[in-house]
């Protein structure tokens, strides 16, 4: 694909990065600007147009094809003007359908949770079934990056990607829908749309559903024809799977859920049951998600991959019957936590310790809902893990699920985590520090 005028990257991260590459590797001579709203623009070979210079930018057309990274809002008003303004606006995923999609299986798996966990063990079925499979998006590679080499392609998406995706999958599925990313898409009803036109399409190709997607009357709205609808596992099926999972890595009722999910769509695919018995018992859990780590005679979980409460009610439920003290708040995005306050004492929650800002919430919800649970707050990640280390006969778990996203999140004072990686790092280094028995 050639690009005869020059192009905008809009974001500097991954997706970006792979954009740039793309470029380069097509048109060597086109010219790439890069802007971002914070942090550093560093990808090589751009010119960085800043934020407050990009309305002129725009105006002048100094740029014929803006590439959005996920991360930013489609519905930023600069979007409207450029297209106003005949500037194409599209993505790294938009790109490789462009270039790639001819002649390829694309499998296309999103819900607001789960799909990542799905999505890895789809790819790892069909592999285990001897499929020419590759896993991209969220997970894996970068869409652009993956190109042509897999003759099937396992896609995670966000509703940041799916939002305004311009192909059709041959596969689709949606673990579930719950509120999430209202910040970006603007409020809940625009979430929901932006994250089922992965589905609500003219065109017939089957679509699985997750167990809580299943009965989700906007999911079944826009699946439209049920007949779509990817038949349930049979029996003898759903047993061979429930057996696998119990002798895996994932725990919790909701990566059963996402392992017979993930079972159908790689059966539909192709993919033999045997290889996806073997595809379940070969996985391995994604870094910062129910990852255990232990110390001393407690264990820790990082599940700092936990935006929702809907993660963090799973994280519980994974570890029903321990003694668990739970640190959880974040960035605030406006969910509901009273459900989650109810659903803390019959998990086992003794201690539940909140940050800023959500955690006020929590913690109000909690006083009421469960008056029998120590609640502490804290500014800081560091703060939580010290008063935890002086309470250490009221646990036998630690659990970091704080039910909503990092940003603005500090470990200490005056150093902010820029991600839930660096959230769920410091929570594990943190326990090392606090809780390890000294060396002998």
């Known amino acids: 694909m050639q690009?005869?005028?020059?192009?905008?990257?809009?974001?500097?991260?991954?997706?970006?990065?792979?954009?740039?590459?793309?470029?380069?590797?097509?048109?060597?001579?086109?010219?790439?600007?890069?802007?971002?709203?914070?942090?550093?623009?560093?990808?090589?070979?751009?010119?960085?147009?800043?934020?407050?210079?990009?309305?002129?930018?725009?105006?002048?057309?100094?740029?014929?094809?803006?590439?959005?990274?996920p991360g930013v809002s489609r519905y930023r008003p600069i979007f409207a003007v450029a297209r106003e303004a005949g500037i194409a606006v599209t993505s790294n995923l938009n790109l490789w359908g462009e270039a790639y999609r001819a002649g390829r299986t694309v499998i296309a798996i999103s819900g607001t949770k789960g799909k990542s966990t799905t999505a890895t063990l789809v790819h790892l079925m069909l592999v285990e079934s001897g499929l020419d499979a590759g896993l991209a998006g969220n997970v894996g590679l970068a869409p652009l990056?993956?190109?042509?080499?897999?003759a099937i392609v396992v896609f995670e998406l966000s509703s940041y990607q799916t939002a305004d995706m311009a192909f059709s999958p041959d596969i689709a599925a949606i673990t579930n829908l719950t509120p999430e990313h209202t910040d970006w898409h603007r409020d809940v009803e625009h979430y929901y749309a932006d994250k089922l036109n992965l589905i609500?399409?003219?065109?017939?190709?089957?679509?699985?559903?997750?167990?809580?997607?299943?009965?989700?009357?906007l999911v079944l709205a826009a699946v439209r024809d049920r007949s779509r609808l990817i038949p349930?596992?049979?029996?003898?099926?759903?047993?061979?799977?429930?057996?696998?999972?119990?002798?895996?890595?994932?725990?919790?009722?909701?990566?059963?859920?996402?392992?017979?999910?993930?079972?159908?769509?790689?059966?539909?695919?192709?993919?033999?049951?045997?290889?996806?018995?073997?595809?379940?018992?070969?996985?391995?859990?994604?870094?910062?998600?129910?990852?255990?780590?232990?110390?001393?005679?407690?264990?820790f979980v990082d599940d700092s991959i936990s935006t929702t409460p809907e993660a963090t009610k799973a994280a519980l439920n994974a570890y029903n019957g321990q003694r668990i003290a739970l640190i959880a708040g974040g960035h605030e995005r406006q969910q509901d936590y009273a459900e989650l306050a109810t659903l803390l004492a019959p998990s086992g929650v003794t201690i539940l310790v909140c940050l800023p800002v959500t955690g006020d919430r929590l913690a109000t919800a909690t006083y009421a809902a469960a008056p029998d649970i120590e609640v502490l707050e804290a500014a800081t990640l560091e703060a939580a893990m010290q008063a935890l280390a002086t309470r250490t006969a009221r646990f036998d778990t630690v659990i970091l699920s704080p039910g909503a996203p990092s940003y603005g999140q500090l470990e200490r004072p005056g150093k902010v985590f820029h991600n839930f990686e660096e959230r769920g790092a410091a929570f594990v280094r943190l326990a090392g520090e606090l809780f390890a028995p000294p060396a002998a």
Do not use: C, M, W
Request: negative net charge.
């Open 145 to 150: 990056d993956i190109a042509d080499r897999n």
């Open 3 to 69: 690009f005869e005028e020059p192009v905008l990257l809009y974001g500097a991260g991954r997706e970006a990065r792979s954009t740039r590459a793309y470029i380069k590797a097509q048109s060597p001579a086109t010219p790439v600007y890069v802007t971002v709203d914070s942090g550093e623009a560093a990808i090589e070979d751009t010119e960085i147009i800043a934020p407050v210079d990009l309305p002129a930018a725009v105006a002048q057309r100094r740029f014929g094809t803006i590439v959005k990274s």
């Open 232 to 299: 349930p596992l049979a029996p003898f099926i759903e047993d061979r799977i429930t057996a696998a999972v119990a002798r895996s890595r994932l725990k919790g009722e909701h990566n059963l859920d996402n392992a017979i999910l993930a079972a159908q769509i790689a059966l539909k695919a192709g993919a033999d049951l045997e290889a996806v018995v073997r595809g379940i018992a070969k996985f391995v859990p994604l870094p910062h998600r129910l990852e255990e780590h232990s110390f001393g005679a407690t264990v």
């Open 200 to 217: 609500d399409r003219d065109q017939p190709f089957p679509v699985a559903l997750g167990a809580r997607a299943a009965d989700n009357p």
